[in-house]
């Protein structure tokens, strides 16, 4: 029924992208498959084939896996950037227009950035599974400062990275070679096999793409972090004193009583690689004795501006939400936050507490761990994986490597590597290296939620602390 050459029959072009007219749509593709699509959504001309009803041979998806692992912009890599845009985008059209009144309220209310709505809303909106606290109850004066080795037992219902890959793998985990006819029936299934990786590509993914923001925020999210950060920067520095004192990297080294703090009591917080709204919430609560300073990277800073061009420019699908009403002006609010390098960032706040927001780069945790004043770092996202801070190497920001509890590496032909081919490292962890323990925080991964949180798959973001334990040693 579909061949490499009728899916060129009727194209359009859009921008340099070609693309099936309507009449080629329903010619080549079955009406139950059309309705799984978001309406006005479109297949590109490089995209349909891998769509056909008759399925493809798992060989085309190796091939077309690899062509979109290397550098350049290939057609074909084109193809499925633009079909990404375009299913985001029919998606979150199709979502407003299926609200009733009531959601719309909602909706407008949740696209306010300037301020928060409760949980419980926010989940009904998306329809969400509903808040579930942690499983067992200890407290946050323990959780701060009892390592993870004391208490295994998991308390959040954490959806691993590994978890959502196997879900995404389904449509060719059953394959018994390259020869094998594999069937997709929508975008987002053969993107996220070509990606080995699980993108929901719903409604929440499309407003996280046009404002920036990673997760969700709520009034619960926002309580928690503030009561966290309260009282962690109280406890780091009234005992930063006995902290070096009895530090083992500090006995027997003659250290003075009574010295100064190493951190600044005036910037002991200061949030990374975020946009500035969580930092300006946090702020513009009133409820912290201190501020919390944002700071991003000139290359996030170059993304966060394109963005907010396109914001304010309202032509296509931005102007659509603002004539239905469902956003307001505040939506496209650009809060404030600071361009600056990670190590000058460091050296200009001496901070004791480090916030980290979700981002994928090379890896700066450990520069973050590793520099003199910083006694805790809070990671907020898709931790241990390839998802969040260092894309290449989840060991080095994490000490984690790949498995059923964090992620799955895969190779060229799709297929899962088996443990007896991974890489093994005797070494300890970069952070037990650094003098670090690392934490769960439970009470603050309860209330997260991520773009990528669907019906299906939720709890995808958690929230860890790496907290030290060994006094730095300072050289000269």
């Excluded at 987002?188 to 409604?203: A, C, H, I, K, W």
């Excluded at 109280?234 to 902290?243: D, N």
């Excluded at 927001?357 to 390839?386: A, K, N």
């Excluded at 323990?437 to 773009?451: C, G, Q, W």
Aim: net charge neutral; with cysteine.
């Amino acid at each position: 029924m579909f061949t490499h050459t009728s899916v060129f029959t009727g194209p359009r072009v859009q921008g340099r992208v070609k693309r099936l007219d309507k009449a080629a749509v329903g010619r080549l593709f079955l009406p139950s498959q059309i309705s799984q699509w978001p309406p006005g959504y479109v297949p590109a001309c490089g995209v349909a084939h891998f769509l056909s009803p008759d399925g493809v041979s798992l060989g085309d998806v190796i091939d077309c896996h690899r062509e979109m692992k290397t550098e350049g912009g290939s057609e074909i890599q084109r193809d499925f950037a633009a079909d990404y845009m375009m299913w985001c985008q029919a998606t979150l059209r199709d979502f407003v227009r299926r609200l009733d009144d009531r959601g719309r309220r909602r909706m407008r209310r949740f696209c306010s950035r300037d301020r928060t709505m409760h949980d419980a809303e926010v989940r009904e909106l998306f329809n969400l599974n509903p808040y579930a606290p942690p499983m067992s109850s200890i407290s946050a004066d323990r959780t701060a400062r009892v390592a993870s080795a004391n208490d295994s037992k998991v308390c959040y219902q954490f959806t691993p990275y590994a978890v959502t890959q196997e879900y995404a793998m389904l449509p060719v985990s059953s394959s018994k070679g390259p020869e094998t006819r594999v069937s997709f029936t929508t975008f987002p299934q053969l993107r996220n096999v070509l990606y080995t990786e699980f993108d929901s590509m719903g409604p929440g993914r499309a407003i996280s793409l046009l404002s920036g923001d990673d997760y969700f925020l709520t009034a619960e999210l926002l309580q928690e972090l503030i009561s966290y950060l309260r009282r962690r920067v109280g406890e780091i520095m009234s005992g930063e004193e006995e902290f070096r004192r009895f530090s083992p990297s500090s006995m027997g080294s003659g250290t003075k009583e009574g010295t100064h703090h190493s951190f600044s009591s005036e910037t002991p917080v200061v949030s990374f690689f975020g946009n500035g709204r969580l930092p300006w919430l946090l702020n513009d609560s009133g409820l912290l004795p201190f501020p919390v300073v944002p700071v991003r990277l000139p290359a996030h800073a170059a993304v966060q501006e394109r963005r907010q061009k396109r914001l304010h420019a309202r032509d296509g699908l931005v102007a659509e939400l603002f004539e239905s009403g469902v956003v307001t002006d505040s939506f496209s609010t650009m809060f404030p936050c600071e361009c600056i390098s990670v190590q000058d960032a460091l050296l200009k706040y001496r901070p004791c507490l480090i916030l980290v927001e979700p981002h994928v780069d090379r890896d700066w945790i450990c520069d973050l761990r590793g520099f003199y004043t910083t006694r805790e770092v809070l990671i907020i996202g898709p931790v241990d994986s390839p998802a969040m801070c260092s894309f290449g190497f989840p060991f080095l920001s994490f000490g984690v490597t790949s498995g059923p509890t964090t992620y799955w590496a895969y190779n060229d032909m799709l297929q899962r590597v088996s443990a007896a081919h991974r890489i093994q490292m005797p070494i300890d962890p970069p952070y037990v290296s650094q003098g670090y323990s690392r934490i769960s925080v439970d009470n603050i991964s309860a209330y997260l939620m991520s773009p990528n949180d669907c019906p299906a798959i939720g709890s995808q973001h958690r929230c860890i602390s790496f907290l030290r334990k060994v006094y730095p040693t300072m050289k000269g």
